[in-house]
């Protein structure tokens, strides 16, 4: 069943129908200048130690409401303009460090009842992003591979992308943007960063985008269960700054649940997908491998 549109403009519904992802420019100069300098005036931990600062894993909860709200008000107004019944529940700083790692190829979270809307997300550079310092790049057509919910914490449930992850890299359309361009993308489509090999930091944001009227959620691996089994919390914007991936990490770890929050079972059914099988969906969904990145993965089972 077809959700319903996400932008007002017929061009870009059908670019973010067919690729999963959609880019355009989007913020003024000015305006590019003042979310930078207010990024200046935060203190944000490398949280993981991979010279990545995200502004949502601080380990201050007022700093990640600061950003939060300092970020919608200055930047949300010029996307909502392209946007149908959309609101930001969520927004943070990402910055890459010089030297700073890869993001492996993953999707994001859902966040809605995905039978009748999209769980969105946008990504907005702050400076010139591509593949060298940094960029995002996405795999086309992805975001129709895989109809299951994608719960925290990351990683754990073992989905076809988690477990071909680097095999993924050499697919991704990396994007060469400017300063204040953004790509608003399904959150279901494959999508992931090269490291920062210059000598300036890459900073950008990101929002996450919800339906209006329809209810906020998160999901949430139920420890003890194998990852077979998600607790569905309705959640607030509140929810998704108490309780980050690290912070859902720790429950998880810990064998907790979130506390507070009403929540309800649902069976988490991800397919096992063999590397030949996830390949075919690539090429005919129009993805060629770089050969650059694929000749380290050369050789591999």
Known sequence: M??????????????????????????????????????????IEDRYGIGYRVSLYSSSLETRRDARESLIDTAFASLDAYLVDRYPYMATYLVKEPGGR?????????????????????????????????????????????????????????????????????YLDMLHMNAGDVVVFNSRVIHGSLPNTTSAPRVACSFALHPKGEPLLAYYLKPGTGAKVLLEYQATPQFYLEYPNPRLGELYQAGEVVPGYASREVPHDVPTVAWNELEAMLEASGNRADAQRAAPLAGRA
């Not at 017929?10 to 880019?23: M, P, W």
């Not at 993953?106 to 550079?125: F, R, T, V």
């Open 102 to 170: 890869s993001i492996p190829a993953h999707q994001d979270w859902s966040h809605c009842d995905e039978l009748k809307h999209d769980s969105m997300m946008c990504w907005i550079p702050l400076c010139a992003a591509d593949a060298v310092n940094g960029g995002l790049g996405f795999i086309r057509g992805s975001h129709r591979f895989f109809e299951y919910l994608r719960a925290f914490p990351y990683i754990v449930a073992n989905t076809p992308v988690d477990v071909h992850g680097p095999r993924l890299v050499p």
């Open 2 to 43: 077809p959700t319903p549109p996400v932008f007002r403009d017929s061009a870009l519904q059908r670019r973010y129908d067919e690729y999963g992802y959609v880019t355009f420019p989007l913020l003024t100069a000015a305006a590019v200048r003042e979310i930078a300098e207010m990024y200046d005036r935060l203190t």
